[in-house]
């Protein structure tokens, strides 16, 4: 792997092995202040716009794509996902990596990062053992109107059930801060597309890591974000690119 930006010296921009810390480091959140939360995606997409292989993420990624995917997690107080991407891509909890225990020891979290999913119809199968036997209870995010059976369900496999809108909708705003008032302040998004057009749309999205895959599919797939248009297009600046196997790993970060 190399890094392509910022090059600091000779050597920075030389291809050699990245070690796990040295990915920690190049993707650590910054300093936050008391009472702040920082809000980053993690996507992928090919040459030509695509988010998605028939209906997976999975078949456009690569090795170094989920060693990065992996660490992103590791750094993440909690993974923010949408019910859609759950059901497609069979989420499971999230694991504790000892490669990265001290690290979260160090930061003050617990052994994995919690998941939080949002969902406004609260349609999931809460036997599933991201329900029923995560390291760390799994959050389900809905709206005041939910479903009271499927509420209760949901609290009955161990889920915390977190009220984040009125209606049945779930407002990305308030997500956000509900997640950062349970001391969920470095918190970390994989999409899907949807959900992460809301936040785009909300303006709270405060980083954005996109892999971009070395391939081509055509066909009709998602761009990583859809949803409602933003009246003005929100401007971000590089913080880092790396690259590998015609892989680039890329983060921007908001102005």
Do not use: K
Not at 10 to 29: C, F, I, V
Not at 119 to 135: N, Q, R
Not at 173 to 201: C, N, S
């Amino acid at each position: 792997m190399r890094r392509l930006f910022p090059v600091t010296d000779q050597t920075s921009a030389a291809d050699r092995e990245w070690s796990l810390d040295d990915l920690a480091e190049a993707y650590a959140y910054p300093a936050l202040d008391p009472g702040a939360h920082w809000l980053r995606a993690n996507m992928v997409s090919t040459l030509d716009g695509a988010a998605q292989h028939d209906g997976r993420s999975q078949p456009i990624s690569g090795e170094s794509d989920m060693r990065i995917f992996g660490t992103l997690r590791a750094l993440a107080d909690v993974v923010v996902v949408g019910a859609e991407t759950v059901r497609q891509e069979g989420y499971r909890p999230a694991r504790a990596r000892e490669a990265f225990a001290a690290r979260r020891e160090a930061a003050g979290q617990g052994p994995a990062p919690a998941i939080a999913v949002i969902t406004a119809s609260m349609d999931l199968d809460f036997t599933l053992p991201l329900f029923t036997s995560p390291l760390v209870p799994t959050l389900v995010l809905t709206g005041a109107a939910a479903p009271a059976d499927r509420v209760a369900a949901a609290a009955a496999s161990g889920a915390e059930v977190v009220v984040a809108g009125e209606g049945s909708a779930v407002d990305p705003g308030r997500a956000v801060r509900e997640l950062a008032a349970r001391g969920l302040r470095r918190q970390l998004t994989e999409g899907g597309p949807r959900l992460l057009g809301q936040f785009v749309a909300a303006d709270v999205l405060d980083e954005l890591c996109l892999t971009i895959s070395p391939t081509l599919t055509a066909g009709d797939a998602q761009r990583i974000a859809g949803g409602p248009s933003v009246t003005v297009p929100h401007r971000l600046v590089p913080a880092c690119v790396l690259e590998e196997a015609g892989f680039l790993f890329t983060s921007y970060r908001r102005i």
